[in-house]
T-cell receptor, first 116, second 115 residues
Framework: DTAVSQTPKYLVTQMGNDKSIKCEQNLGHDTMYWYKQDSKKFLKIMFSYNNKELIINETVPNRFSPKSPDKAHLNLHINSLELGDSAVYFC???????????????FGPGTRLTVL | AQKITQTQPGMFVQEKEAVTLDCTYDTSDPSYGLFWYKQPSSGEMIFLIYQGSYDQQNATEGRYSLNFQKARKSANLVISASQLGDSAMYFCAMRENGANSKLTFGKGITLSVRP
């Protein structure tokens, strides 16, 4: 009964490969997010979707493409992986996209991506 | 300018003592929310506490309380009666108002609880 799940938990791959990370939430939330945590533990928003619609797209290389087949899923596809893409990627979800006291973001367990 | 500033180096506290983790923020938006998350060594992000900019009282959740000083733009997390399991990294984050509000995180503070 995991609230926000991600697969895989670990991903080791070669430079130049294409890979995907999947995220699913069973909370009935409308809004989902992708964050990147770098080697210094700094967390930064990458994308956000609300009901399958892209609402936040930070300055991220276009090698990164999010896809939301339905509001419970938000996948992240990365083309032509580079060494600098090595990081932990967190998926998160919230009830909706509005600021409210009970609208905290629930995070998945993270996917540690290592590019060799 | 950084939106969220956490400047303390690694913090240490004795078990059962209280500890304060500092956070200052910068925004011109009158409506915003402040969050604290805990990240233990296992890596997951755990929501701890929320403070809205219009909340009249400081937020509390069990052993966690938020010392919210709006004029100083600070939102310090106070952990009372520290436990060994509190050893983790702690992140302060802000969400500004607007339809596409997102969480902006500080750099985090490492807390170590000594037995």
């Amino acid at each position: 009964d995991t609230a926000v799940s991600q697969t895989p938990k670990y991903l080791v791959t070669q430079m130049g490969n294409d890979k995907s990370i999947k995220c699913e939430q069973n909370l009935g939330h409308d809004t989902m997010y992708w964050y990147k945590q770098d080697s210094k533990k700094f967390l930064k928003i990458m994308f956000s979707y609300n009901n399958k619609e892209l609402i936040i797209n930070e300055t991220v290389p276009n090698r990164f493409s999010p896809k939301s087949p339905d509001k419970a899923h938000l996948n992240l596809h990365i083309n032509s992986l580079e060494l600098g893409d090595s990081a932990v990627y967190f998926c998160a979800s919230s009830q909706d996209r509005w600021l409210a006291s009970d609208n905290e973001q629930f995070f998945g367990p993270g996917t540690r991506l290592t590019v060799l | 300018a950084q939106k969220i500033t956490q400047t303390q180096p690694g913090m240490f506290v004795q078990e059962k003592e209280a500890v304060t983790l500092d956070c200052t923020y910068d925004t011109s938006d009158p409506s915003y929310g402040l969050f604290w998350y805990k990240q233990p060594s296992s890596g997951e992000m755990i929501f701890l506490i929320y403070q809205g900019s219009y909340d009249q009282q400081n937020a509390t959740e069990g052993r966690y309380s938020l010392n919210f000083q709006k004029a100083r733009k600070s939102a310090n997390l106070v952990i009372s009666a520290s436990q060994l399991g509190d050893s983790a990294m702690y992140f302060c984050a802000m969400r500004e108002n607007g339809a596409n509000s997102k969480l902006t995180f500080g750099k985090g503070i490492t807390l170590s609880v000594r037995p």
